[in-house]
């Protein structure tokens, strides 16, 4: 198909009866710095307005020695949580005249160096990675020419600049809870291990019976990997030991729970008398007739803190936000007994 010509400043300036420079000017929105009148500045914009003009991305590129893009890396585009920050990525970096290139790891650190090679190779000004890496080695190396800001999950012990939710707090907040209901079980499905994530989610779910004065039972804990498909597994296995459905389980990603909840639809006899509780949230759970306890992370304050930090890296700007930022996540109460419970222990936990 033959492309349609496009107009340039300097069919703008002929039109207009001005030069390149002045027409250049006016559409980069300097026409008042430098004292064009308002009445010229008004007919070259409706010039280009009329012929429907479109910077040029590739020249401003080269004159700004800036690709104006940043990349993404992400695990998987399709799990929630990825899926929801970089909705809120996109739309914040697109305000500010800046394009993402999302690629994905697939969880596999082979495959994540490719895809941040690539986007080095073209040029992003800065990336926000999801990384699945347990050495923040090649980061650095990245980070003293193309500034890195990890989202969500610390690499190791790095000291790279961090945006992550406060895991552990609200775990053990909901825990407490839920082993207040239920002392005498109270299983934990967790993904990997390793990451980090994992370790703080963990950590609260401890922390939390702990809190609620509640021995825990090794057998209680069962880690494999965050797809939905562990979460059939691990239910289907415990069920199957037990002969019945455990009297509470958290779980510690929504996509655990899609995996629970696909067991549970298929086999349910085994939601009679399970108490669910899971990290992260979706609004379809406010449907379910399962009253499922869930903990919602701030999408919105990760995404907008993690772009604040990289724009101020990418500036060069002399004083930083704080490299290492947690955002709070909120509890949803749905089921009755966890709301008052968790209102009682907030009671009695404020000073007398």
């Known amino acids: 198909m033959k492309q349609p010509n496009r107009i340039t ?15 250049s000017l006016v559409l980069n929105g300097k ?47 399709t799990q929630f949580t990825n899926a929801s920050l970089a909705r809120e990525l996109e739309s914040l970096f697109r305000n500010a005249g800046i394009q993402i290139i999302i690629a994905c790891s697939d969880e596999d650190p082979e495959q994540e160096k490719l895809v941040v090679n690539n986007l080095l190779q073209r040029q992003v000004d800065g990336l926000i990675v999801i990384s699945s890496n347990s050495s923040d080695e090649a980061y650095s190396k990245i980070h003293s020419y ?45 993904g990997e291990p390793t990451l980090t994530p994992s370790k703080q989610r963990l950590a609260g779910y401890k922390q939390g019976l702990q809190q609620a004065g509640v021995s825990l039972r090794p057998e209680w804990i069962r880690q494999r990997n965050f797809f939905s498909y562990s979460g059939y597994d691990m239910m289907e296995e415990v069920c199957n030991e037990l002969g019945r459905p455990p009297k509470a389980l ?10 629970v909840l696909q067991y549970l639809n298929q086999n ?33 304050a990760l995404a907008f803190n993690a772009f604040t930090m990289l724009m101020a890296l990418m500036e060069d700007k002399a004083v930083l936000p704080p490299t290492m930022q947690t955002i709070p996540a909120r509890i949803r109460w749905r089921h009755p007994e966890s709301r008052r419970l968790s209102k009682q222990i907030t009671t009695e936990s404020l000073p007398k």
């Open 9 to 23: 400043i300097s069919n703008i300036a002929e039109l207009a009866g001005v030069s390149k420079a002045t027409a």
């Open 31 to 77: 026409g008042d710095e430098y004292r064009v009148s308002e009445e010229t500045q008004q007919r070259i914009l409706s010039i280009a307005e009329e012929h429907r003009y479109q910077p040029s991305f590739h020249a401003r590129a080269l004159r700004s020695s800036r690709s104006h893009t940043i990349g993404l890396v992400i695990p998987f585009l």
């Open 250 to 259: 958290f779980t510690a990603s929504f996509s655990l729970l899609e995996g």
């Open 268 to 300: 349910p006899e085994m939601q009679q008398g399970l108490h669910l509780a899971s990290f992260d949230d979706h609004e379809l759970l406010d449907f379910m007739p399962l009253r499922i306890d869930s903990i919602a992370q701030d999408y919105t």
């Open 146 to 190: 193309v500034p890195v800001v990890q989202l969500g999950r610390q690499i190791g012990d790095s000291s790279l600049p961090l945006i992550m939710t406060d895991a552990e707090s609200s775990t053990t907040s909901l825990i407490q809870v839920l082993a207040t209901q239920h002392p005498d079980e109270i299983y934990y499905f967790g």
